[in-house]
């Protein structure tokens, strides 16, 4: 694997760049590639950031941090994108054309021609920080932002256990750098509209336990938002409810994305490895949060994933 | 007010210390005290935690930290008191013998011959964590896990506005002692018993808005405990739910002690003063975060607390 000196050299040579994200952007691919693309044009180059669906509206203001410009391509990297298949449809188009991959999910395809990827960092933000000072730009209250927003994402707020020393070390930096630190945590962590909470309030009654209480399974479905008048990415910490409960070792959120397709979470304790139960659906992640989409009617999905545990732990 | 190295020489001319906590106690008082007290045991006093409740699960492996000692008194502390209304009945035969106060709130009332209150602090950990260092005793993993949790406790998990570049700092610090960060982070922020959650899914039923969205008012009553089978200090989260929401600046959690007693907690955002209302019901706390306690009937509670809240910012 290139060190970071050697990929932040390799980006200095190239003039117009794109930062591919992947799709149901959360705030590490879309903070990792707002930080970068900030840094990059800061040096003079075109960049420009591409993400398959429309940009979570509290993430939004990143865009102000960078130049929109149009231009075609002579490099394309990914951000936080383990695999091809994340994209989305609108950016099917340049899967096979990924020149670099900054990502740090052990799952990572190795799709790109060349690939930094490292699983020990919490999130890709603490990777894209450290290319950024190799790049030799100083880190600036917009990067700053970007970067801690891919932090405490990925981190559910310095929570999950991802975290590392080195992880407060980057926020205490980032920090001095004299981001909004309170309006972001509390944008990103405490605000719920009335609508989320009744959708929360209708995805607890939905609760169910498996396998003698090891395994938790909760649902979201398209109605509920209907209901509430609500978008699903307006609910980032559902997938977070079930594991949570006490002697839990695999929570399960059901997303509906469409009719018969429906997007998995999986939160497993330390003894169960989520991308081995995800990848068995062809998806993947990281060893305590992993993802994969199933197309099937609501009950069968339940029953294939309880299958796949149920071979897998012997429950 | 004297520095932390005048009342660490203080310390160090006293032998025989009592360490006295908050009543309800919560992650930072307990978390200082027995920091504090194995510091001090460390360097050959003796040193003993005293609280009027039972000390919750989660936080009684500390006690494990510390040498259990019989003696006699020679002198008196507290640690995150701001009053000593707080200490509670089992602590007031020492509340007018207090000789030295180490706190955080902005509230603090003065009681003890030395007060160092730094308003400033995150937590009142953080400021034990510096006198600890000005004691000279070098901060081991257990000295380090107690003040963490004293931190991460007051700070929502590094999520509250409370939060500075120096506590992400001190965080790191401590984290490189070799704490179970993991475990820690996992016991106090994401693991809720079924019980616990079957309350939070009855409290979030009593939601109620007042003032066109502006406040939002949650209570949590004995009955409702006592049908899940659980007691209230294992509730912890509760009191962010009200303020979370969109558009509310006056998050009011009610909790039911006993018949007609009730503990409030009030949350606001940045514009509105929380101890300005607790204030009005003999209560204080920091400007984010206040609390009261109000001998009435429920209904009485919410009119009156309603009735300050109108005269005070005309809504």
Redesign the interface.
């Known amino acids: 694997m290139k060190t970071l000196l050697e990929i932040a050299d390799i980006l200095k040579s190239k003039n117009c760049i794109y930062i591919l994200t992947h799709r149901y952007p959360d705030g590490d691919t879309l903070g990792s590639a707002y930080a970068l693309c900030r840094a990059l044009q800061l040096i003079g180059k075109k960049c420009k950031v591409l993400c398959h669906d429309e940009i979570p509206s509290k993430f939004r203001f990143m865009n102000d941090y960078v130049k929109y410009e149009e231009f075609d391509p002579e490099y394309i990297i990914s951000t936080d994108v383990a695999d091809i298949k994340l994209l989305g449809d609108k950016l099917l188009a340049y899967s096979d054309k990924i020149n670099m991959c900054i990502d740090h999910h052990m799952s990572n395809k190795s799709y790109a021609d060349i690939a930094f990827v490292d699983a020990m960092a919490a999130a890709t933000a603490e990777i894209v920080y450290e290319l950024i000072q190799n790049l030799g730009v100083p880190i600036d209250k917009e990067i700053a932002s970007c970067l801690y927003i891919g932090i405490s994402t990925d981190t559910g ?5 991802n ?4 992880t ?2 980057i ?2 930096e980032l ?2 750098k004299n981001i909004n ?2 309006k972001i ?2 944008e990103l ?6 609508e989320a ?1 009744s959708v ?2 209708m995805v ?2 939905t ?1 169910e336990y498996f396998f003698k ?1 090891k395994c938790a399974i909760i649902r979201l479905m398209q109605s509920m938002l209907d209901k509430a008048g609500i978008n699903d990415n307006e609910l980032e910490g559902i997938a ?1 409810i079930p ?5 839990v070792k695999i929570g399960i959120t059901i997303r509906e994305k469409k009719s018969n397709l429906f997007k998995v979470s999986v939160r497993t304790t ?1 003894d169960i490895n989520a991308i081995e139960i995800c990848e068995a659906f062809g998806g993947g992640g990281h060893p305590r949060t992993g993802g994969c989409t199933i197309e099937d009617d609501l009950e069968n999905v339940k029953e294939r994933l309880l299958t796949v545990i149920k071979n897998k732990y012997g429950w």
Chains 1, 2 share one sequence.
Request: with cysteine; glycine share 6%; charged share 30%.
């Open positions: 707020c310095f929570k999950y256990s975290t590392t020393a080195k407060h070390k926020a205490y920090i001095n630190l309170s945590n509390s962590f405490e605000k719920k509209s009335k909470l929360e309030y607890y009654s609760l209480g977070s594991r949570q409960i006490d002697g330390e």
